[in-house]
C-alpha cells in the first residue's frame, strides 16, 4: 500500500505487543518467598497463544508475561525455553521477548526487547533490577517514578535499546474524570528521558471482550477493557479517543509518540475470561519486512496502524509537496506558500472476521493539528488546535474493488502541523463513552499513527 520503490520488502504486518501466558503465574504467599504457580493467572502456553495469533492473521507478537516476587528467575528458567519452542514450532510469527513491566511509580508497560543473542539477559536485567514487584519483601523505594526514570536511562544506554508502550494507561483512572497511575507530567518524562525507548501507549487496550458470556450473549453489566470509571470510547483509552485531548497534545509538541493495538490475553471469552485471542479483536498493523529487526524499527518509528473487528486490513495515508512526499510516521517539509496533497488509500479484509460480520466502513476523518513546541505545563492534555478538517462518506470515495481512494488539499500554512487519520462503521462524529454492555463487535475504529508536516524557509 505504501509506494513500491520506497521498501519493496516492506508489507503491513499485523501484530500485537501484549500477550500473557501460563508464565503469567499465580502465587502460593503461604511460601517464604512466595512460589509461582504456572498457569496461576493466564493459562495457555506460549506456542499455543502463536498459533493462535497466526490463526487470527498476525504475523508479529511478543511474549509478555506478568511480573512479581522473583519472577525473574521464572522469565529466565521458564518462559524463555518455552519461547524458543515456540518460535521453532510457529515459524511464520516473529516472536519477541518481553515481559508486561509492573512499573516503578505507575502502571503496567510492554517492554518489548530486540531480538538478539543475549535478549534473554537483557529481559532479566532489566526485570531484576527495575520492576516493583520483583523484591521480597516488598521494597517501596522501587514503586517511584524517580526509579521508573532511572530505568529508562539504564535502557535508553544499552547496546540494543528496548521499547516501552504505557499498557491500559487509563484503567486506573477515577470517574469524573483526571488521571490514575499514568498522567501526562509521567508520560512526558518517559519520553524525555528515553525518547527513542519510550515512544507511546495502547490506545485501544485489551480486555475487549469483557462483556461477552461463554455463549456469546452479552452480559449487561461487563465494561469492554475492564474500564470501570473512566469507559473507552469506541474501544479505545481515552488518552486517545478524545479529539484534542492527551494525544494530540503530545504531538501538538512534535514529539513522537504512537499509539498501538493489543489483546491483554488472558484467558478467552469462549473459556470464562474477558479475552480475545492475539488477533481475534486488535491488531497493530507495522509496514517493515518480515524480520525482527525492522518490525522493532516500525514500531519504534510509527509506521503503524491500529483497528478493532478488522474493520480494514490496510491503510497508505502519503502527503506530497512535489516532489517530496512522507508517509504515516514519517515528516514531510515544505514551504509556507505549498499546498500538501493527502491521499488516503485503504482495504477493507476480503473475508469476514472472527464474529462473521463484514463490518460497513461509514466514515474517515482526516485530523489536523499544530505543533507548537514544548507545553509550559507538562501536565497539559489538550490541544485546541486540533481538528477534523474532513469527514469522507462513501459520497466522497473512489472504490475500485475492496480499496477505497480519497485525496484532499491542505492550505499552505505557516505552521507546522501534523496529520492522522480514523475511520468507523458507526455513525458517531466523535466516540462517545462505552456503556457497560455493549457489544464489541458493533463499535469499530482505525486510527493511524500521524505525519508532521514541518515548514521550512
Known amino acids: 500500500m505504501q509506494p513500491e520503490d520506497r521498501a519493496p520488502a516492506r508489507q503491513w504486518i499485523a501484530g500485537d505487543h ?25 493459562i495457555y502456553p506460549i ?36 519461547l524458543l519452542m515456540s518460535r521453532d514450532s510457529v515459524p511464520e510469527v516473529i516472536q519477541f521477548f518481553g515481559m508486561e513491566l509492573d512499573t ?8 518489548i526487547v530486540p531480538h538478539s543473542a543475549h535478549e534473554a539477559g537483557d529481559l532479566v536485567t532489566i526485570e531484576y533490577g527495575w520492576a516493583k514487584n520483583e523484591t521480597f519483601p516488598v521494597d517501596k523505594t522501587r514503586n517511584t517514578e524517580a526509579k521508573m526514570i532511572e530505568a529508562l536511562t539504564f535502557m535508553r544506554d544499552m547496546e540494543l535499546p528496548p521499547l516501552i508502550f504505557a499498557n491500559h494507561p487509563s484503567r486506573s ?13 509521567e508520560l512526558r518524562a518517559w519520553n524525555d528521558t528515553a525518547p527513542q525507548v519510550a515512544v507511546g501507549m495502547s490506545g485501544a487496550p485489551g480486555h475487549q471482550a469483557s462483556p461477552l458470556r461463554r455463549d456469546g450473549s452479552i452480559n449487561p453489566k461487563g465494561s469492554r477493557a475492564g474500564y470501570g470509571n473512566r ?27 504512537w499509539i498501538t493495538a493489543s489483546s491483554d490475553s488472558h484467558i478467552n471469552w469462549r473459556e470464562g475470561g474477558g479475552d480475545f485471542w492475539p488477533g481475534e479483536y486488535c491488531k497493530t ?28 486490513c490496510r491503510l ?73 478538517v474532513k469527514r469522507f462518506t462513501e459520497a466522497d470515495w473512489l472504490r475500485v474493488g475492496d480499496e477505497i481512494f480519497l485525496n484532499y ?49
Open 409 to 457: 488539499e491542505l492550505p499552505p500554512s505557516q505552521s507546522d502541523r501534523y496529520l492522522r487519520v480514523r475511520g468507523t462503521n458507526t455513525q458517531e462524529l466523535e466516540p462517545s463513552e462505552d456503556p457497560k454492555g455493549e457489544d464489541p463487535w458493533s463499535d469499530l475504529w482505525f486510527y493511524s499513527n500521524p505525519i508532521f508536516l514541518t515548514v521550512v524557509e
Open 231 to 257: 469507559p473507552t470510547r469506541g474501544g479505545y483509552d481515552q488518552m486517545t479517543s478524545v479529539l484534542g485531548g492527551f494525544w494530540d497534545s503530545m504531538l501538538g509538541e512534535g514529539r513522537r509518540w
Open 47 to 82: 506456542p499455543m497463544n502463536a498459533l493462535m495469533g497466526k490463526f487470527y492473521g498476525l504475523g508479529w507478537m511478543v511474549a509478555t508475561d506478568h511480573g512479581g516476587p522473583n519472577h525473574s528467575k521464572v522469565s529466565a528458567d521458564l518462559a524463555y525455553p518455552e
Open 285 to 312: 498493523y507495522v509496514w517493515a519486512e518480515q524480520d525482527y529487526e525492522d518490525i522493532l524499527d516500525g514500531l519504534r518509528n510509527g509506521r503503524m496502524f491500529v483497528t478493532t473487528g478488522d474493520l480494514i
Open 104 to 111: 516503578p511509580g505507575a502502571d503496567h508497560s510492554s517492554l
Open 316 to 388: 497508505s495515508v502519503e502527503v506530497f509537496a512535489l516532489p517530496k512526499s512522507a508517509a504515516i510516521g514519517g515528516e514531510l517539509l515544505h514551504a509556507t506558500d505549498e499546498e500538501v496533497t493527502v491521499q488516503i488509500r485503504l482495504q477493507q479484509p476480503r473475508v469476514p472476521n472472527a464474529h462473521g460480520d463484514w463490518p460497513k466502513l461509514r466514515r474517515v476523518d482526516l485530523i489536523v493539528g499544530e505543533v507548537h513546541g514544548v507545553a509550559a505545563d507538562a501536565n497539559t492534555d489538550h490541544n485546541p488546535t486540533t481538528k477534523v
Open 173 to 185: 483512572a477515577p470517574k469524573g474524570g483526571g488521571y490514575g497511575s499514568d498522567d501526562p507530567a
Open 18 to 42: 501484549h500477550i500473557h501466558s501460563r508464565f503469567s503465574v499465580g502465587w502460593d504467599r503461604s511460601k517464604n518467598p512466595p512460589k509461582p504457580i504456572v498457569a496461576g493467572d493466564a
